[in-house]
């Protein structure tokens, strides 16, 4: 059964940085791309960042780069988003997200989120 | 940056009826548009993939049709359970979006 587990979130101020992880199992993680993607409370959904199979290329939203980085694990099937200096408006759901493109590189799993509040 | 715009916010419909979403592009995307579901505390789901295939999973009553700028994802009977979020997504070019959602509600 594939699985994504995210961890990490919590309460941060503005201007600290947070690390998420994504644990993957249930299939051949390095065989997929992978994704961030965050939803503001009551909001909808923003894609934020990529990353190909060995790592590089990377991708990012234009409200997150130069701040978040995006990496991976292949040994230890596990996917990160460094987060640093974060902003009130970063406060959301975060979720990674598995790209397949037996289905036309759509995200056919997401993980159940993981929540960060940036407040002071 | 490719916007999509889903409109109405909101759509009210009984149990039971058709109901059909719209997904406007700011340009073409070609193909290259999924619609996913999300209910109140779990993730979203993907429904279809480029423009008209089902995932996995994915019951009949639902379907997506369009081309270009113009997609629509209709759901041919509404079950208790389809009453949820329904985003539309692109993958044309970077960045990746998605629709502001529409809500489906009885």
């Known amino acids: 059964e594939v699985q994504l587990v995210e961890s990490g979130g919590g309460l941060v101020q503005p201007g600290v940085s947070l690390r998420l992880s994504c644990a993957a199992s249930?299939?051949?993680?390095?065989?997929?791309?992978m994704m961030w993607v965050r939803q503001a409370p009551g909001k909808g959904l923003e894609w934020l960042s990529y990353?190909?199979?060995?790592?590089?290329?990377?991708m990012y939203a234009d409200s997150v780069n130069g701040r978040f980085t995006i990496s991976r694990d292949n040994a230890e099937n596990s996917l990160y988003l460094q987060m640093n200096s974060l902003r009130v408006e970063d406060t959301a759901v975060y979720y990674c997200?598995?790209?397949?493109?037996?289905?036309?590189?759509?995200?056919?799993?997401w993980g159940q989120g993981t929540l960060v509040t940036v407040s002071s | 940056e490719i916007v999509l715009t889903q409109s109405p916010a909101t759509l009210s419909f009984s149990p039971g009826e058709r109901a059909t979403l719209s997904c406007r592009a700011s340009q073409s995307i070609d193909n290259q548009l999924a619609w996913y579901q999300q209910k109140p505390g779990q993730p979203p789901r993907l429904l279809i993939y480029?423009?008209?295939n089902k995932a996995t999973g994915i019951p009949a009553r639902f379907s997506g049709r369009g081309s270009g700028t113009d997609f629509t994802l209709t759901i041919s009977t509404l079950e208790p359970e389809d009453f949820a979020v329904y985003y539309c997504?692109?993958?044309?070019?970077?960045?990746?979006?998605f629709g502001g959602g529409t809500k489906v509600e009885i």
């Open positions: 990353i190909a199979y060995s790592g590089s290329p990377t």
């Open positions: 997200a598995r790209r397949e493109w037996l289905a036309g590189g759509a995200f056919d799993y």
């Open positions: 480029d423009v008209s």
């Open positions: 997504q692109q993958r044309y070019s970077w960045p990746i979006t």
């Open positions: 249930g299939f051949t993680f390095s065989s997929y791309e």
